[in-house]
């Protein structure tokens, strides 16, 4: 089922009952913490609720006037992305963990959810002190990735006209 099948739902169930459509999307995602709770479709869940929501929220926030909502979702991105490399890093470990779902969705749901807003807290305690420390590793590292693709790119473009030149050549 496609994002944009889902926001027919969304907004069809919305007009049904007359509830806006965030709050159907927070009934929706309570509903699915249930499920996580009594162990059912966990994994799928955790992933839908970690990112079908905040991607809506993120199209809502980029169509509405201001920066703050932009700032607040683009900062979770960071953190579920940084969260993301980690958790499939130590995943095979925690799994093992009792309610090791359960605790992930509490973690996204912390991250995004306005009156915690926790990714704020995980990016300006740990990750912007951790970029700063190391940022000119970074930027080593990314110019080293530049000029590697650069170099890349051009050697594939060599390769093509050497390659264009013999076939062009053996057709006379």
Known sequence: ???KKIM???ELVAEKTGKPKAQVLQYSLALMVAFVIFGVGASIITNIVGVAYPVFMSFI???SEGADD???WLTYWVVFGAFSILD???GIILRFIPFYYVLKLAFLIWC???SSVGSLSIYNNFILPFFEEHKHKVEEAQKKMQEAAQ????KSQEFVRQKTGEIAGNEN
């Open 151 to 154: 170099d890349a790119y051009n």
């Open 112 to 114: 995004f959810h306005p």
């Open 8 to 10: 027919q739902l969304v």
């Open 70 to 72: 932009d700032k607040m």
């Open 88 to 90: 499939s890093i130590t």
């Open 1 to 3: 089922m496609g994002i």
């Open 61 to 63: 926030a980029l169509e």
